[in-house]
C-alpha cells in the first residue's frame, strides 16, 4: 500500500510558477510509474504528465507540455510537477497518482492509477 500527500498548491498571478510536491510513505515507490492529474470545478479529472520509474521517460497533456515539467528523487520518495507560466486555466486541484502494473510507458486514464493523493488547490489569478 502506497500513501501520497501533495504540498506546494497556492495562488498565483497568471504568467507565475509553482512547484508541486508528492511524498510517497513505503519502500517501494521506485516500483511505480507515477502520474499527476488535475480537476477544475464542474469538469473530469484530467492527465497532466507521467514520469516513468526510473525518471528516463516523460509525458505530457498539450495544453501543458512545454511549461510543466515533471521529475522524482526515488531516494526522497518524491514526485515534482514544476509548474511555469500558469494561465488562469491552469485553476484546479492537483491530484498525484502511482501506477504499478501499466510499466513505463503512456498511461493517461485515470483507471490506470490504483493510490491518490488528497489533492492540492493551484488558483491562478488573471
Known amino acids: 500500500q502506497v500513501q501520497l500527500v501533495e504540498s506546494g498548491g497556492g495562488l498565483v498571478q497568471a504568467g507565475g510558477s509553482l512547484r508541486l510536491s508528492c511524498v510517497a510513505s513505503?519502500?517501494?515507490?521506485?516500483?511505480?510509474?507515477m502520474g499527476w492529474f488535475r480537476q477544475a470545478p464542474g469538469k473530469e479529472r484530467e492527465f497532466v504528465a507521467r514520469i516513468s520509474r526510473s525518471g528516463g521517460s516523460t509525458y505530457y497533456s498539450d495544453s501543458v507540455k512545454g511549461r510543466f515539467t515533471i521529475s522524482r528523487d526515488n531516494a526522497k520518495n518524491t514526485v515534482y510537477l514544476q509548474m511555469n507560466s500558469l494561465k488562469p486555466e491552469d485553476t484546479a486541484v492537483y491530484y498525484c497518482?502511482?501506477?504499478?502494473?501499466?510499466?513505463?510507458?503512456?498511461?493517461?486514464?485515470?483507471?490506470?492509477?490504483?493510490?491518490w493523493g488528497q489533492g492540492t488547490q493551484v488558483t491562478v489569478s488573471s
Open positions: 497518482a502511482a501506477d504499478r502494473f501499466n510499466g513505463d510507458s503512456d498511461h493517461r486514464s485515470v483507471y490506470e492509477y490504483v493510490h
Open positions: 513505503g519502500r517501494t515507490f521506485s516500483s511505480y510509474a
